[in-house]
């Protein structure tokens, strides 16, 4: 389990990343195209070097997985999981609707999540059998009694394939139709605060998702993936956030 040593190491990497971040907002920043087309920039790759130069300080023993320098002690049982900038695009069209995700895993399940928006200065910490707090106060997610009366999240629909994406619209069909698009990994931190009601992506990686299990859950709301299973480091990148655990047969199957 995540100690609170844990939880005030995880802050200080948020907060070494959200210090490099900061200054390059809405600034200037060279970038490039990955192999996978996407993009990153240099605020991307020194954030993360800034995070993982602590752990290799502080905890050589545990393992790292960043999505700008790849894996360090793949073998250990302990993996802290680094995306220092969730939202890319969003960061480089000055959207502050992007955010650090930090994750530390234990034998390959998430144990700890922090979701930090760096230059909003808001920061989602949850740790497995303990509140999720927003910058220290406890959130709590919202109750939705029917399909039909929820809110719907997602990054965009370029990211579904075109079976995932008929899926998607079925379940969008029974909800109330108020369908968010954009925000990445903060509309997760607005679910487990009560303004969103569910959350449904494709194509994550485990550093698009790991941290956000402790702080979905931790605010009483359930992540699994779309055969409803809880999700560890194994997961296909099929997520669904649900604010309302009991909605979840109800989402399964309107997702066909």
């Not at 995540?2 to 920043?29: C, H, Q």
């Not at 995070?51 to 300080?57: N, Q």
């Not at 997760?188 to 194509?203: H, K, M, T």
């Amino acid at each position: 389990m995540a100690t609170v040593r844990d939880l005030a190491l995880a802050n200080r990497l948020a907060d070494a990343a959200g210090a490099v971040i900061r200054p390059k907002f809405r600034g200037e920043w060279s970038h490039e195209r990955k192999a996978d087309a996407s993009p990153v920039t240099e605020v991307d790759k020194a954030a993360e070097a800034a995070m993982r130069a602590i752990l290799e300080s502080e905890a050589a023993a545990d393992g790292i997985i960043g999505e700008e320098y790849g894996t360090r002690n793949e073998g250990a049982g302990r993996q802290w999981v680094l995306d220092p900038i969730d939202g890319t695009i969003s960061f480089m069209a000055g959207r502050p609707i992007f955010g650090t995700l930090i994750a530390l895993m234990q034998d390959g399940w998430p144990v700890l999540g922090i979701i930090d928006q760096p230059v909003a200065r808001e920061r989602w910490a949850g740790r497995i059998g303990h509140e999720t707090t927003l910058n220290g106060d406890p959130v709590r997610v919202r109750a939705c009694k029917e399909l039909s009366d929820a809110t719907l999240a997602s990054s965009g629909p370029q990211y579904f394939s075109d079976e995932d994406a008929a899926a998607f619209m079925s379940l969008a069909a029974q909800t109330s139709k108020t369908v968010i698009w954009g925000g990445d990994c903060y509309n997760y931190g607005l679910l487990a605060g009560g303004n969103v009601d569910i959350v449904c992506e494709s194509g994550l990686q485990l550093y698009d998702y790991a941290a956000l299990v402790p702080v979905v859950e931790g605010a009483g709301g359930l992540m699994a993936d779309w055969q409803g299973n809880p999700l560890d480091a194994g997961s296909d990148g099929r997520v669904i956030a649900l604010g309302e655990p009991a909605r979840l047969e109800e989402v399964l199957e309107a997702m066909g």
